[in-house]
Structure formats: structure tokens, C-alpha cells
């Protein structure tokens, strides 16, 4: 982006908040950035979630409890389209983000919520699970990209984190990988905007009719 006649731009590369060069009237004030720790690995994704590291589960504790709270009257996809159709409509609830994305820190944090109340400490594993997962998905895909995240990252790695708690092995931790995004084909992302709440009510859904899913 330049500013014509004020010798001022920005140029993004690679992701949405990765600054490449920021001039300010003809002064280089590009950000020098700290290298970012080396993703995991899917292996070590199930290792660490099997760990039960009490830290990491205090953050998975901290992330589902501090989310947007639920909404009486309505199911769950309908609390979870409703909350990110309401933010995308510029309703001021915090939010508990995962990867930069707020509208993904909904759809990932709310049915691990309603799952802790039924099944406390135990679901937590599963947390850690979809929040590593996201993480390793989120690092493999490109941020630029005109693909919805909700379809490419918080659904898979949401299915992944269920179907983790019932027992799945790798191997159907990537399938899921693979299909739910396929499944989810063909769901852009064109902004925030109040459709998103749809598409997170499509996406919730293609996780509940996933093999293993909520």
C-alpha cells in the first residue's frame, strides 16, 4: 500500500501481519522480528497433550473458561454462529484468540466449554490437542489466502482434538486433516463481516458428521 506524494507505504508478504517494509515519510521504520519458536510436529502434538504438563493445561483451563460466555436458549452451533456473527457485527465481548483469529478462538473454545462442565479436568487433554493442532495447521498454511480459517484450521483441528479424547491415532488425526477442509471446500473468506456466522455453523457442522465428531 503507498500513500501517494508522502513517500509513505507498507508492504505485507506471506501473512496478513507480517510487515515485509514500512516506510514513513522516506524513513525505513520497518519491524525487526524476534524469530517464532519452531511449530510442533504432529507427533509431538500427541505427545505433549498426552503429557498432561500441568502448565499447558492451565492455558487450555484459561482459554475455554475466559471464551465469550454461552448464550441460554440455544444449541451450541447456534451459540457459536451467533457469538461470531455478533462480533463480526461489532458486539464488544472479549474474546480468547487462537493463531490471531478471535472468530477461531470461539468455534475451538465453546464445545470444549460445555464439555467441561460435564466432564471437568478430564476434557483437557483434548484442549491442549485442538490448540497444538491449530498451531500446527496454522504454520502450514499460508495466511494470505482467501480460504475461511474456520474451514482450513479451527474445524480440523477442533475434530482432531474430539476425535484425540475418543482415542483416534495419527493416522486418522491426518485424515481428518484432509477431509475436513475438503468438505469445507469453496468457503472463502471475504472479510469480517456478520456471514461469518453461517460459515461457522457450516463448519460446526461438518466437524458433528465427521467420524469421530462432537
Known sequence: VQLPGLRTGITLEGRHDHVEKLVLFGEDRT??????????????VFKLARKRDPQ????????????????????LESQIARRISGRMSGYSHPVMTITGSGNQGIFIGLPYRHLYAEQGN????????????QVYLSARKNRLSADCGLATKAAPALAAGLAFARGAEPAEIRRLFRDIPARL??????????ACGRKARRAFQAVRFSPRGA
Request: charged content about 20%.
Open 185 to 194: 471446500a469453496g468457503m472463502t473468506c471475504e472479510g469480517a463481516e456478520p
Open 122 to 133: 478430564a476434557i483437557l487433554p483434548a484442549v491442549v490437542f485442538s490448540l497444538l493442532a
Open 56 to 75: 499447558l493445561e492451565a492455558l487450555a483451563l484459561d482459554f475455554i473458561t475466559r471464551q465469550v460466555p454461552a448464550e441460554k436458549g440455544f444449541s
Open 31 to 44: 519491524p525487526r522480528e524476534k524469530p517464532l519458536p519452531k511449530p510442533p510436529t504432529l507427533g509431538e
